[in-house]
């Protein structure tokens, strides 16, 4: 995804600057001269934070996407398969950001790209460890003539590992968040309705005293 053009940023501070012309008026003292300047410089950032935004969600998806392909890899280059017919497989078969880069690397095999040349292409579009160590992993087995498959077993059951710690570190970090909440919303809310009921039948319950 390219960097976002200029008229793309002129039109987040246009979009910026009209929001400010409503919200200004209304924010009281100074803090309407600081939306009148903050809102329209905040669209020109817009883009990149989306930009941002839609790569991370990219990796995301292609990185939960690689220990299966990297699976069907394996048994095809079992069943004697070469990497640019695995390539091409897994374009076909799969949907989503892997399968399209997938199905760049076998277009530039099939217009003759030497399988190096492709792997380095591969590792640039798609920055992180994961594709870069099955490239490594392809090009070591090409190069001295080591079992490919079995390097590509270890690597999809190393990154299920990952992924399946990643989500038990996020699940550990939700839980007190989620206490947080019930802690600051549902327990006075609760109280709020304890005594909105206590109030209600008051006169039921002093007249017990009497």
Sequence with gaps: MTVPALPVRAACAAVGGA????????APGHLSLLLAIALPVAGLFVPDALRERHLRLRRRRIAVALPDAIDLLAVGVEAGRGVAAGFADLARAGSGPLADELAIADAELSCGEPLAAVLDSLRERVPGSEVAT???AIERSRRYGSPLADQLRRQASALRRDQRRTVEERAARAAPKIQLVVALVLVPSVLLMIT???????DLFFSSFR
Excluded: D, K, Q, T
């Design 196 to 202: 909105a009921a206590l109030i209600a039948n008051a």
């Design 134 to 136: 099955l490239c490594a």
């Design 19 to 26: 929001v400010a012309l409503v919200a200004a008026p209304a």
